[in-house]
């Protein structure tokens, strides 16, 4: 394999890399790792109402049964009857709104459809 020389300045950037583990790091949270909720808040935070309004309107277009994207049209406006939604609207109890399989996270849209780990199994079957 050919390789050229570095030049000067190269070499001023790259020395002090050598021996430091190389890694992706996710702008989306403090943190640095990458998860579903921080990628969803970043696209809500750069989606303006207009855009927003164009998004909608391409859904309503999509060659599938309207179910499906009636479906798609409340799980994208947080409309679905989740323990989180239910519990802001005084339907149930705050101390109710845990995940059912597991009681350890908020039951929310994103949580059912991005970290839960039973719904990930049964989506991937």
Known sequence: MWRRECFEWERE???GHFGEKDSWLWSGNNNGVYNSHSAYN???SIVSPREEEEIFSLL???KAP???LFFIWRLLRNRLPTKDNLCRRNIIDNDETLCSFFQQEVE???HLFSTCYVVATIWKM
């Open 13 to 15: 950037v790259i020395v």
């Open 60 to 62: 309503w277009r999509i």
């Open 42 to 44: 970043w696209i809500i």
């Open 66 to 68: 309207r179910k499906a």
């Open 108 to 110: 929310s849209a994103q």
